[in-house]
C-alpha cells in the first residue's frame, strides 16, 4: 500500500526566514499522525504548502488519492487541493461567522457539486436533487462531528468548543482522503479533549488519513499512532509517541539543553 | 510644439504631483482612497478665491491661508467621516469616502454655485503673465515657472517633513505598522489626522495654483483632476511618496503629450486608461510594494 | 413547496404579497395620474438597477462604482440595434443582457483579483470611459446629440390576425411592462441567493481563505458576479432606450452609479426587499426634492447633497440598511444581541 502523502525535501523561504528546510516524512493510508514541535516551528507553514496556501520553494509533495494515482500537490491552488482529497482546518477557527452553522457545512459541499446559475434560476431537476443531497449530506457531516446545536443559528454565536467541532464537520463535508487538523484541541478542556480523540478515531475509521498538528501532549499520545517533530523548520525526529518523548533531542527542543541532560 | 506640449505638461505635472501625494500619504496611513481628496484640492481654490475677492487679500497671503483652511478640512474629514470607521470593513469607509467627495461637491455648488468663476486677475501678480525666459522658441511665464518651484518647494519641504522630524518618523511607522507603532507610544489617531492635514494643504497648494493658471475655478474640479492624480499616485506606487511625484509628472507629460498628438476628445481618458493598465498590469506601480489583503475579504 | 400551504408564511411575505397586489391595481385606482404611473415606472427601472447592482456589494461585498457604464452599456445597444436594424424589443432585451454579460467578463477577469479599493476605482475609470466613447464617438452615437427616434416595444400579435400593440410613453402597457421586468429580475436574484452559487458569495464575502479551502476559485464566482450584474444593468438600460426613446450621453454620468448605490445602501446591503425598498424611497424622495429644491433656491442636483450625507451617516449608523440581513450585518459588526437572537428565530443568512 503507498503511502498517502509524500513530502520529499520540502523547503520553504519568506524572505531570508527559511520557513521549512528540507523536510521528508511519508503518512501512511489510514494512519493518524501528529506533527509536533516548539512554537514558530513551521508546522502551519508546512499545512499551509500542502494546501495550496503557500507555494514551495523546492521540494516536492506528492498526493495519492489512492494506490494508483499521483498527483504533484506543492504548488497548486488550494481550491484544487481540496477537490483533489485534502481538506484543513486552521489554527484560529475560519468559520463563516455571519453565516448559519448548516450553511457553513454546505459550503464544504461547494467542491462536490456543481449546479451552477442556470440550474439555479430554471430549478432543473437535477439542481433540486443537489440541493437535497447537499442538506442530506451537511446534516449527516454535523450528525457524525455529534454537533447537538440549532442548525440556523449563526455560527459564530457557538462556544469555542462547538465551534471547532463546526469546522471539522465542514472540512470532512468536503470529503477529504487526508484531513490535515490544525491545533484542534487549543482551548479545549479534557473532557473536550477527550471527545476531540473520539471523534478523530472516528474519522480515521470511516476512512480518512489524518494529519494533526497539536501542543496538547495527552491528545498527541492517546490519538497519534506515529509523530513526526520538527523544529526551525527541520526534521528532528520521527516515530512512536512515546519513544518520541524520550528522545534527548526532542527534549532539548522543547526544554532546552538542561532538561536534555536531566533526562538522559 | 513639442517644446510647447512638454512645458505644459510639466506645469500640469506638478500639480498632479502635488494632489498625488496628498492621496499616497493617506492610503500609506490608513490604506484608504480618500475620494474626497480631491474635493479639498477643490475648496483650496475655492477658499483662496474667496479670500482674495471679498476680502481683498494679496496673493501669497491668501495662498498661506487657504493652505492652512484646507489643512483643518482634511483633519475635520478624517475626525468626521473616517475616524470612526478605523475598525469597520473597507467597504464601509470606502462609500463614506464617496459620500463625502459627493457631499463636498454639492456644497461647494450650494455656496459658490455650479458655473466656473474666474481667478481675480487683477489680484495676482502682474508679472505672472510675463515671459520668465525662453527655452527654444517656447516662452516660459512667470506663472509656469512658480508653479514648478512651488512644486519642487513643497515636495522638498514635505521629504524634509517626513525624514527628518519626529512626526514624519511617526507616520512613516504608522503606514509600516499600525500596532507596533501605537505599542511603542506613537498616537496614531493624532499622526493619521495630521496626515490629512498635509494631505489637505498641499492639496489645497494645487487647487490654487490651478485656478490662476487656468484662469478657472468651479466646483466638479476636484472630480477629475482627482482620479487623475489618484492615476499618478498608483503609477508610482501607492505609499510610495517619491513615486507620486514620478508619477505626477509623467501623467501630466503624457497627457499633454497625448491631448496634442494624438487626439484632445480623449484627454481625460488618457489618464483613466494609464490608470486602468497601470492597476491590472503593474499593481505596485513604479516604486511601491503591493499590500497583499490577508484580512477577512473586506 | 407547497404554495398554498399558508402556515409557511411569515409576516413578511404578506407585506410583500400585500404590496405586489396594491402595484398591480394602483392603474385603476383615482390616485392613478399620468405623474404617479410616471413616477413608479421609474421606480421599477431603478428597482432592477438596485437588485442588479447588489450583487456585487451586496452579495460580494465589492464595491462597484462603474454601474452605469453597463446602464449606458444596454442602452446604446438597445437603441443602436433598433434605430438601425428594427429589432424587436424582445430579441433586443437578450442581446443587451448578453453584451452587458461580455463585458462583465471582459472587465472583471482583470480587476477582480485586485484590493477592493483598486477594483472600486478601475470601475469607475470604465464607466468614464464608457460616457466618454458615447459622447466622442459621434459616427456610431451621434455624441452629445443624443440617439432620438428609438422604437417603444411593442406587441405584435398581427401573426394571431390581431393588432400590433405599442406600449408607448407613461401608458399601462410600459407600467406593466416593467413591473414583469422588476418580477423576472428578482425571481432571478431570489433563485441565486439561496443556491450553491449564491451561499459560495457568501462564503467568499465572509473569509476568502475559508471559501478557497472549501474548493471555491475566487475569481470565477467574482467575475460571474460581475457579469449577472452588468448583464442586468445592461437589461434595464435597454427598457430605459425604448421607453423614453431619445438617449444621450448625460444619463449615464457617474451621479447615476452613486444614486443606486445609495439605493442598495439605504434599503439593505444584500437584500433583494431592500434593496427595492430603497430604490422606492429614494426615487420618491428624488421627484421630491427636484421640486422643492429650486422653490428653496437651490440648484436641482443639491439634492445629491443630502444622498452624499445619507450615505455617511447610514456607515456610521445603519450600514447594513434598514432592512439588514444577518451575514451582512454581522460582518459590518452592527449585530447588537438583540438582533443576533432575532436572526436566530429568522433561521438562515438571506
Known amino acids: 500500500m503507498s503511502p498517502i502523502l509524500e513530502i520529499k525535501n520540502l523547503s520553504k523561504n519568506f524572505g531570508g526566514v527559511k520557513a521549512l528546510q528540507d523536510i521528508s516524512f511519508d503518512i501512511g493510508r489510514g494512519e493518524i499522525i501528529g506533527l509536533i514541535g516548539p512554537n514558530g516551528a513551521g508546522k502551519t507553514t508546512l499545512f499551509n504548502c500542502v494546501a495550496g496556501v503557500e ?6 509533495i506528492i498526493f495519492h488519492p489512492d494506490d494508483d494515482t499521483s498527483v504533484q500537490v506543492g504548488g497548486k491552488k488550494p481550491e484544487h487541493v481540496t477537490k483533489l482529497g485534502i481538506a484543513r ?144 523548520g527541520q526534521w528532528l525526529a520521527e516515530g512512536n509517541p512515546h519513544q518520541v518523548a524520550k528522545d534527548p533531542k526532542v527534549i532539548e527542543a522543547y526544554l532546552g539543553s538542561g532538561a536534555a541532560c536531566d533526562a538522559a | 510644439m513639442f517644446l510647447e506640449l512638454l512645458i505644459n505638461g510639466i506645469t500640469l505635472g506638478g500639480i498632479y504631483a502635488l494632489i498625488a501625494v496628498g492621496y499616497t500619504m493617506v492610503y500609506g496611513v490608513i490604506q484608504l482612497i480618500n475620494f474626497a481628496h480631491g474635493e479639498i484640492y477643490m475648496l483650496g481654490a475655492f477658499f483662496a478665491l474667496t479670500f482674495i475677492s471679498a476680502f481683498n487679500m494679496p496673493f501669497f497671503v491668501a495662498f498661506a491661508l487657504s493652505m492652512g483652511c484646507a489643512a483643518i478640512c482634511g483633519m475635520l474629514l478624517d475626525v468626521v467621516a473616517y475616524r470612526p470607521l478605523r475598525n469597520s470593513p473597507r467597504l464601509a469607509a470606502l462609500i463614506t469616502a464617496i459620500g463625502m467627495s459627493i457631499f463636498l461637491q454639492n456644497l461647494a455648488m450650494i455656496i459658490w454655485g455650479s458655473r466656473p468663476m474666474p481667478f481675480p486677475q487683477e489680484h495676482l501678480p502682474a508679472y505672472f503673465n510675463q515671459t520668465a525666459f525662453v527655452v527654444g522658441e517656447t516662452p516660459i511665464s512667470w506663472l509656469q515657472a512658480y ?49 490629512f492635514a498635509l494631505a489637505g494643504a498641499l492639496g489645497a497648494a494645487a487647487g490654487i495654483l490651478v485656478g490662476a493658471y487656468y484662469n478657472s475655478v468651479y466646483p466638479l474640479m476636484g472630480y477629475i483632476a482627482g482620479v487623475k492624480a489618484f492615476a499618478a499616485a498608483v503609477l508610482g506606487g501607492i505609499g510610495s511618496v517619491p513615486g507620486a511625484m514620478l508619477g505626477g509628472f509623467i501623467l501630466g507629460i503624457a497627457e499633454a503629450l497625448g491631448a496634442g498628438y494624438l487626439s484632445s476628445l480623449y484627454r481625460d481618458g488618457i489618464s483613466y486608461a494609464v490608470m486602468i493598465a497601470v492597476i491590472i498590469f503593474i499593481p505596485a506601480g513604479l516604486f511601491g510594494k503591493i499590500i497583499r489583503e490577508t484580512k477577512k475579504s473586506m | ?84 436594424y428594427g429589432l424587436s424589443f424582445w430579441v433586443i432585451l437578450p442581446l443587451a443582457a448578453i453584451n452587458g454579460a461580455i463585458w462583465g467578463v471582459l472587465l472583471g477577469a482583470p480587476t477582480l483579483r485586485l484590493t477592493g479599493d483598486y477594483f472600486a476605482i478601475v470601475t469607475f475609470g470604465f464607466s468614464e470611459l464608457v460616457v466618454l466613447f458615447i459622447t466622442n464617438e459621434t459616427w456610431l452615437t451621434r455624441g452629445p446629440l443624443g440617439l432620438p427616434g428609438i422604437d417603444p416595444p411593442s406587441i405584435d400579435l398581427s401573426w394571431l390576425g ?28 431570489y433563485r441565486i441567493q439561496n443556491s450553491r452559487l449564491g451561499r459560495a458569495w457568501f462564503a467568499i464575502r465572509d473569509d476568502e481563505l475559508a471559501a478557497v479551502s472549501c474548493g471555491i476559485n475566487l475569481l470565477v464566482y467574482k467575475v460571474i458576479a460581475f457579469a449577472i450584474s452588468a448583464a442586468f444593468g445592461a437589461v434595464a438600460g435597454a427598457f430605459y432606450a425604448r421607453w423614453v426613446t431619445v438617449i444621450s450621453p448625460d ?25 427595492m425598498l430603497g430604490a422606492a424611497i429614494l426615487v420618491s424622495l428624488g421627484e421630491v426634492l427636484r421640486e422643492i429644491l429650486p422653490l428653496l433656491g437651490l440648484p436641482e442636483n443639491s439634492r445629491f447633497l443630502f444622498y452624499g450625507l445619507l450615505m455617511v451617516v447610514m456607515m456610521r449608523l445603519r450600514p447594513a440598511g434598514m432592512l439588514p440581513i444577518a451575514a451582512v450585518a454581522a460582518q459590518m459588526k452592527t449585530t447588537s444581541k438583540r438582533r443576533l437572537a432575532w436572526f436566530k428565530k429568522k433561521g438562515s443568512a438571506a
Open chain 3, 1 to 84: 413547496m407547497n404554495i398554498l400551504a399558508f402556515s409557511q408564511y411569515e409576516r413578511a411575505d404578506w407585506v410583500r404579497l400585500g404590496c405586489l397586489v396594491a402595484a398591480i391595481l394602483l392603474p385603476f385606482t383615482p390616485l392613478a395620474n399620468e405623474y404617479v404611473l410616471h413616477t413608479c415606472i421609474l421606480i421599477f427601472l431603478y428597482m432592477i438597477l438596485a437588485l442588479g447592482l447588489n450583487v456585487v456589494p451586496g452579495f460580494n461585498g465589492l464595491l462597484d462604482l462603474g454601474y452605469v457604464g453597463f446602464y449606458g452599456i444596454g442602452a446604446y445597444t438597445a437603441g443602436l440595434l433598433t434605430v438601425h
Open chain 1, 89 to 232: 482546518t486552521f489554527q484560529n477557527i475560519r468559520l463563516f461567522d455571519a453565516l448559519t452553522v448548516l450553511d457553513n457545512v454546505k459550503i464544504g459541499r461547494h467542491c462536490r457539486t456543481r449546479s451552477n446559475f442556470f440550474g439555479a434560476v430554471f430549478h432543473t431537476p437535477s439542481q433540486q436533487q443537489e440541493e437535497v443531497a447537499i442538506e442530506r449530506d451537511a446534516r449527516a457531516a454535523l450528525d457524525f462531528v455529534g454537533l447537538k446545536v440549532d442548525y440556523h443559528a449563526m455560527a459564530s454565536s457557538l462556544p469555542y468548543g462547538e465551534q471547532r467541532r463546526l469546522e471539522i464537520a465542514r472540512a470532512l463535508a468536503t470529503d477529504p482522503k487526508l484531513l490535515m487538523l490544525d491545533e484542534p484541541a487549543a482551548g479545549m478542556n479534557p473532557q473536550e479533549s477527550k471527545e476531540l480523540m473520539d471523534l478523530i478515531r472516528r474519522v480515521r475509521d470511516s476512512g480518512v488519513t489524518i494529519l494533526l498538528i497539536e501542543h496538547d501532549m495527552k491528545v498527541v499520545m492517546g490519538v497519534c499512532e506515529r509523530v513526526v517533530v520538527i523544529n526551525y
Open chain 1, 55 to 60: 507555494k514551495p520553494s523546492s521540494g516536492q
Open chain 2, 147 to 195: 508653479i514648478f518651484i512651488c512644486t519642487i518647494v513643497f515636495m522638498a519641504g514635505l521629504n524634509l517633513i517626513i525624514h527628518k522630524t519626529k512626526v514624519g518618523k511617526a507616520m512613516r511607522a504608522v503606514a509600516q505598522n499600525k500596532t507596533m507603532a501605537a505599542l511603542v507610544g506613537i498616537n496614531v489617531n493624532q499622526v493619521i489626522t495630521v496626515t
Open chain 3, 251 to 275: 444619463a449615464f454620468l457617474f451621479w447615476e452609479s452613486f444614486f443606486i448605490l445609495c439605493m442598495i445602501v439605504l434599503g439593505g446591503l444584500g437584500n433583494i426587499w431592500g434593496v
Open chain 3, 162 to 189: 390581431g393588432p400590433v400593440i405599442w406600449l408607448e410613453g407613461d401608458s399601462l402597457g410600459v407600467y406593466y411592462l416593467v413591473m414583469a421586468l422588476v418580477l423576472v429580475t428578482l425571481f432571478v436574484m
